[in-house]
């Protein structure tokens, strides 16, 4: 016999009944203790609103250290100012000679770079052509004389006229200086130097034909020398004639001058003047065209010696130097350098008497508080002298 089941309740058998714990003692102690850690957070997020920490009225501020430089005492002295320039070396005179008429040369007596005094006689010409023409101009001389005395020994007699005297006199006038030309072409057959000097060129050679006008030789006077520079117009009035200067030739001689020449007319495209500094040269020694330096003193100021790594410049880009006044404050002052030598530089602009920082004035400005070492800049030189001393126990 098939037993028949309601199908309500085989779908109530087969449906799981959901859990419950609700009735468990312990299943309400998770929530109070969530609640309880939410209240005590926010009790402590809140504290600082309702109980404030309060402030330390009598707190005191930070200490702050000034920094340390090491500083140096300068004492300023008389320095010579100098006008330098650069120049060039021009002998004192110097002209190209030209023969003054054409003929053969008959022969040279010195040779090119020989040293020539005035009048020296250094070249001939061929005399024959000149003699033949002497000869001629006072063979006709000596007749227009014969003419014009004839003439004037008719004319006491009355067997003559006056202008026959006057005809022949002008013929013996223009005898006289067809002869006196045909002596000055024979003194022409002599090249004589103008004055003493060197042969820089000496373009003739024995049996050469030359034409009037043609240049012969280049001679050259370079005692004294004259050493020539342009003067800006800002520096003009520090210079006067009769000035010693100095001068350094690009050759290594040193000789001392004076100025012979201020120009009173700037060049239109430098706007710079000439000057001409002479320089005595008589052992010839110093060649001219070259280069030479001319130092002349113009005066004396107060300045210090100082070391270009010293300087400094300011916001507005102004070269100075940084020191210490009597407060500990740094002071900037604005220089000029008076001088630059190869170990240093003079300056002028600071007190006579002043504390140069000479190690960290990088790291100060202008009006701050710093703590001066004097001695840091000896035992930085010390250091220096050391280190170089070792290495040279090295080498």
Request: aromatic share 6%; glycine share 8%.
């Amino acid at each position: 016999m098939t037993e028949t089941r309601d199908p309500v309740d085989l779908a109530a058998r087969t449906t799981p009944t959901p859990l419950h714990f609700d009735s468990d003692a312990g299943s309400s102690r998770s929530k109070w203790i969530a609640w309880g850690l939410v209240l005590l957070l926010g009790g402590w997020m809140g504290s600082g609103f309702v109980l404030p920490t309060p402030e330390e009225e009598d707190s005191a501020p930070p200490v702050i250290r000034a920094v340390s430089v090491a500083v140096q005492a300068s004492l300023a002295q008389p320095v010579t100012q100098f006008f330098v320039a650069e120049g060039q070396a021009l002998p004192d005179r110097e002209t190209v000679f030209r023969a003054e008429t054409s003929g053969q040369i008959a022969e040279v007596l010195v040779k090119k770079g020989a040293d020539v005094k005035a009048g020296q006689v250094f070249a001939r010409f061929a005399p024959a052509e000149r003699t033949a023409a002497r000869t001629r101009a006072e063979e006709e001389l000596n007749r227009a004389r014969r003419d014009a005395e004839n003439a004037e020994t008719l004319l006491t007699r009355g067997a003559s006229t006056a202008d026959r005297v006057a005809q022949t006199r002008a013929t013996l006038a223009a005898a006289e200086e067809a002869f006196a030309a045909a002596l000055a072409a024979m003194d022409e057959t002599e090249l004589r130097a103008p004055f003493d000097g060197r042969l820089e060129q000496l373009s003739i050679d024995p049996g050469e034909f030359v034409q009037a006008g043609a240049d012969v030789a280049h001679i050259v006077d370079n005692t004294p020398l004259s050493v020539s520079v342009q003067v800006p117009q800002q520096a003009l009035r520090q210079l006067e004639v009769g000035q010693m200067a100095s001068v350094r030739f690009i050759t290594g001689e040193e000789r001392m001058g004076s100025v012979a020449f201020l120009g009173t007319s700037a060049d239109a495209a430098t706007r710079t003047f000439l000057t001409e500094i002479t320089v005595p040269n008589l052992d010839g020694a110093i060649p001219a065209g070259v280069s030479a330096e001319v130092r002349v003193p113009t005066g004396t100021a107060m300045a210090h010696f100082l070391s270009p790594a010293i300087l400094s410049l300011d916001t507005d880009g102004t070269l100075g130097v940084k020191t210490v006044d009597d407060g500990n404050r740094v002071v900037f002052t604005a220089i000029e350098i008076v001088r630059a030598q190869t170990d240093g530089i003079w300056v002028s602009g600071l007190p006579d008497e002043v504390q140069i920082i000479t190690i960290g004035q990088g790291f100060v400005n202008d009006g701050e508080v710093v703590d001066p070492r004097p001695g840091l800049a000896d035992q930085e030189t010390a250091l220096r002298r050391a280190a170089s001393r070792f290495a040279g126990l090295d080498q």
